[in-house]
């Protein structure tokens, strides 16, 4: 693990520091004149690394000797660390104790960020910028205790430390989990089949995450996915196990475990009224939905003509998901599942600036207001998105609006932003 060590007089902040680094509070005593605390580690991440800092603070020096002991402490911290945060209270500038451990530190071949403390707002900020004096390079300006600069002071952090491991090969939350549901003899057990091929034992993946023991992690696209819930389909060869409604409920959690959906749909029959079922439980769910057309082998001109029609008008009300086809018999166009799969999820992220979306629907109000009922218009005051996973925007108004206004507002919204693959929920919410 890589450490990063923090150096600074007495009293500059490098608890507070710490503790914003480390994203608890109190985990470090105060900085208090006299308190001896040791070098103790502690755990860190920031964007995915892990790295350990280190909190030299535990040492103060004697007055006599403040120079010489500050810099025998660097020495340590040097002699010990990756990077080195060197930290100057921002308000009171550099000090001749400062710039004797400075000499010391530009000795050594370690990596300095020089940290400016304690630069509260934007006065002391253009403040810290004579501390390009000290000859560390540029100054950081940081708030420890209110946290300003202090995310971009991480990122530097990162990048003198270009070993950070990452927590897992997948980042901080692991593979994206996917739901592979279907009605029975759709192609689930085959198309998983299919793709395990590429399997990789579940341990040796992901060893200190928590995978599931009924997932599967394949890839996909060179990329590796979670497939939630494919104990079921892995025991039974061919056979349907268990009722439909305990079929139906396993496909509700699966759906609710994962982030996004492949339903997988029999192109050579009709769309039935159970995949229908399953669709709406996704869309409802709120996850985000890829349709994989299976058994793509079998459409020929005949059925496809057929089959248009009948995506025309059964999966109107669906007309944002993302449809791929494929058969999980010749492996045709199984990777452009991973394309899809990524479409649909940075969708289910997407954030729309505040005043992006207000200055959108302001336009968008004028070019086609609401239509008037008994003798005024419901207004549309202000407009945010109150999160994602999926996009959920909420519109406050002067009262409720026409349910088909409404959803002009939605399609317009998908028609502005995208979100491919992905449920959008709009809410109206009438002042009182
Ligand atoms: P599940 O119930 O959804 O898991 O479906 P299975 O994977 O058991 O498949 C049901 C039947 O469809 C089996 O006879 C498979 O061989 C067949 N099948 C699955 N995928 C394809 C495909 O892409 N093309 C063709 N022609 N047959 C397939």
New binding site residues.
């Given amino acids: 693990m890589p450490v990063v060590a923090v150096v600074g007089r007495p009293n500059v902040g490098k608890s507070t520091l710490v503790n914003r680094i480390i994203g608890r509070r109190q985990a470090v005593v105060e900085d208090t004149p006299g308190v001896t605390r040791d070098r103790i580690p502690y755990d860190a991440q920031w964007s995915g690394r892990q790295f350990t800092v280190v909190d030299t603070g535990g040492w103060e020096p004697d007055a006599k000797d403040r120079a010489g002991a500050i810099a025998a402490q660097a020495e340590i911290a040097v002699a010990t660390a990756d990077v080195v945060l060197f930290v100057v209270d921002a308000v009171v500038g550099a000090t001749d104790v400062d710039e004797a451990a400075v000499r010391m530190l530009r000795r050594s071949a370690k990596p300095v960020l020089l940290v400016a403390n304690k630069a509260d707002n934007a006065a002391t900020e253009v403040e810290a910028t004579s501390l390009w004096s000290l000859g560390l390079g540029e100054p950081r300006p940081v708030s420890a205790l209110h946290g300003r600069g202090s995310g971009d002071l991480l990122d530097a952090i990162l990048e003198a430390l270009p070993d950070a491991p990452p927590i897992s090969e997948f980042g901080p939350r692991g593979p994206r989990r996917v739901a592979l549901v279907?009605r029975?003899?759709?192609?689930?057990?085959?198309l998983l089949n299919r793709l395990a091929k590429e399997e990789r034992s579940v341990v040796d993946a992901v060893a200190g995450t928590t995978v599931d023991p009924v997932d599967s992690l394949v890839e996909i696209g060179g990329e590796t996915w979670q497939l939630v819930d494919t104990a079921g389909?892995r025991k039974r060869v061919?056979k349907a196990s268990g009722t439909e409604y305990y079929a139906s409920l396993r496909t509700a959690a699966a759906i609710e475990a994962a982030e996004v959906a492949v339903v997988?749909l029999d192109a050579s029959e009709p769309i039935s009224e159970q995949d229908q079922r399953i669709l709406t439980t996704v869309t409802e769910t709120g996850r985000a939905l890829v349709i994989a057309f299976?058994?793509w082998?079998?459409v020929d001109e005949d059925r496809r003509y057929y089959l248009d029609k009948e995506i025309e008008r059964e999966l109107r009300r669906i007309p944002w998901a993302i449809r791929v086809n494929v058969?999980?018999?010749t492996g045709r166009a199984v990777d452009k599942l991973a394309p899809a799969l990524r479409t649909a999820l940075a969708s289910w992220e997407t954030r729309v600036p505040t005043g992006q979306l207000n200055q959108w629907l302001t336009a968008l109000v004028q070019a086609t207001p609401h239509p008037v009922r008994g003798g005024r218009a419901p207004r549309i005051l202000f407009a945010t998105q109150a999160g994602i996973s999926p996009p959920r925007f909420v519109l406050f108004t002067t009262a409720p609006l026409d349910a088909g206004y409404q959803r002009f507002i939605e399609r317009k919204l998908r028609e502005e932003f995208g979100f491919v693959g992905s449920p959008v929920e709009v809410s109206v919410k009438p002042r009182k």
Avoid: H, Q, Y
């Fill in positions: 279907g029975p003899n759709v192609g689930k057990s085959s389909l061919g997988l299976n058994k082998d079998l058969s999980a018999k």
